[in-house]
């Protein structure tokens, strides 16, 4: 009896580090990130003058603006698109979390160049006709013994955050940052319509231009992750 006990107390930590694998794994393989990458490796990559009517296609090219670009909040890079997080450590115990105080996204119309052909994309919000994932590429914090920078602390008082809580300590916050910068190379899946252009665009000959739209089955899939392989190539 005794060492039949004696084994099942190794029993319960085995299945709660089996769980908690189990759960990390799925989490991974089901995250927006790994689905993008399994969706986006099964379209063929096309050129914008290869592409059909009604046709769900894979385009790699030069993100540029339509209109005036985003400003992103913190690196004050223009930009068609940024996402961006604040968060908060707050301590509960012997343990701490992560709160997110600011989650904020915007996104606007723009062009995709590639060999001086040209293809529109038109991101809508509200409701939202895209799925994304975006590189983080800025990162900045603050905590007890780290006063946040001069460029921090202003984008903190943008958003109406106090950088010190009651006894004038500092708060930890951290900062994060993902953009698509005018000129930066990019992927964008959708379905590929050819519309006729109402005004001309600089350097573009054509009367008619390639969009990528969203549809009812289909978002559309907008990412600047790099070397995302595709089974097939045309």
Partial sequence: MFLLS????YLVPIIFISIAAIIGVLSYFFSTKQKIIRTLSKLPIKQIGS??????????GKALHVKEPLIAPFSKRK??????KIEQKKSNGKS???????????IQEFFLEKNGDFAIVRPSQNPKNYVSHLVIDKKVNSGSFNDPSPKFKELLNHYNIESEGFFGFNKSLR????IIEIGEQITVAGVAKWKRLKEPIEGYSYSKIAELES????????????????????
């Fill in 175 to 178: 900062y994060s940052e993902g």
């Fill in 96 to 106: 701490s979390s992560w709160r997110t105080i600011v989650n904020e996204e915007k």
């Fill in 79 to 84: 930009c068609v698109f940024y996402v961006m």
């Fill in 215 to 234: 549809s009812d089955k289909q978002k559309l899939i907008i990412t600047d992750l790099p070397n995302i392989k595709s089974k097939k190539r045309f």
């Fill in 51 to 60: 592409l059909r009517n009604n046709e769900l296609t894979r385009f790699y």
């Fill in 6 to 9: 004696n084994d099942n107390s």
